[in-house]
């Protein structure tokens, strides 16, 4: 059986590691979407950027409805 303080590191690690996947994932993803579309239509970095911006994007609204949801702030 774990002890108290285990189980609260390993739950603050699941939460950090978390956060970091929406914040490192979104990104990554739209820069990949990004680059494929340059290649294919040869528009250098504009579908890059857009792709940048769409993953950070949707990268920051995963984090806040994660936080809302386990804060318990979710308004209704």
């Keep these: ?10 739950s603050g ?3 950090y590691s978390t956060l970091l ?7 990554l993803v739209g820069l990949w979407i990004g ?9 250098a970095p504009l579908c890059l950027v857009i792709g940048l911006l769409l993953g950070l994007g949707a990268g ?7 936080v809302r949801d386990f804060t318990g702030d979710e308004e209704k």
Excluded: E, V
Aim: net charge positive; no cysteine.
């Design 1 to 10: 059986m774990q002890k108290p303080d285990q189980r609260s590191n390993l």
């Design 60 to 66: 920051l609204y995963g984090m806040i409805h994660f």
């Design 13 to 15: 690690f699941a939460i």
């Design 35 to 43: 680059k494929s579309l340059d290649a294919h239509f040869a528009t």
């Design 21 to 27: 996947s929406y914040l490192i994932g979104p990104p």
